[in-house]
């Protein structure tokens, strides 16, 4: 069972700033945070990852509190084309390191 | 483009049949995992090698089995395939035996009729 909770689907218009927020409540203390997004009949594709506090890159944001039961996925200014599943990921030691994926997040933008 | 190959692209095929699915990692990649992802399942874990050892295991039936070469390409053997085997079958590489940032090929769409 993935170790993450997010929003089923979420849906947004362009140009608008898109949060994602998503439940870890049993995180490893070593572990990341890493999330990713898939357009359909492709592979994931890494966006970001981070361990406390506040990580950007030049597609998104990274948000997590102190004390990292929870994160929240950044999305600037949307475009048709962020339309995908975004999926957050944190490791699960059970019986050796996974690295399982949750149901992930549809988020559609819409025009 | 991730670095890491899939073939073949498409493998149509009937049940009860075996098929393999390769895969190349990204250079200097030590790590291959594999994932199943339909439609009803989502994006299933089925097992990791780590060079050439495998590390993790989940999901993965008994008909399925896989490895992890000395040049570090990785092979899925499918056999006794049956129709909810159809899917989409990816490959993904990462440097290091523990790791959450992955880099996933294209896939393989296996279609079982």
């Known amino acids: 069972l993935a170790k993450t909770t997010q929003p089923i689907s979420m849906d947004s218009y362009e140009g608008q700033e898109v949060n994602i927020t998503c439940s870890h409540n049993n995180i490893a203390t070593n572990d990341y945070i890493t999330w990713y997004q898939q357009f359909p009949s492709q592979g994931p594709r890494f966006i970001i990852q981070g361990y406390k506090t506040k990580v950007t890159n030049e597609v998104a944001s990274l948000f997590i509190p102190a004390d990292r039961k929870s994160s929240t996925l950044s999305l600037p200014r949307v475009s048709l084309s962020d339309t995908a599943v975004y999926y957050c990921l944190v490791g699960d030691w059970t019986g050796g390191f996974k690295t399982i994926f949750g149901a992930g997040t549809r988020l559609f933008v819409k025009a | ?113």
């Open chain 2, 1 to 113: 483009d991730s670095g890491v190959t899939q073939t073949p692209k498409h493998l149509i095929t009937a049940t009860g049949q075996r098929v393999t699915l390769r895969c190349s990692p990204r250079s200097g990649d030590l790590s291959v995992y594999w994932y199943q992802q339909s439609l009803d399942q989502g994006l299933q874990f089925l097992i990791q090698y780590y060079n050439g050892e495998e590390r993790a295991k989940g999901n993965i039936l008994e008909r399925f089995s896989a490895q992890q070469f000395p040049d570090l390409h990785s092979e899925l053997n499918l056999s006794s395939l049956e129709l909810g085997d159809s899917a989409l079958y990816f490959c993904a590489s990462s440097p290091r035996q523990v790791s959450e940032k992955l880099f996933f090929g294209s896939g393989t769409q296996l279609s079982v009729l």
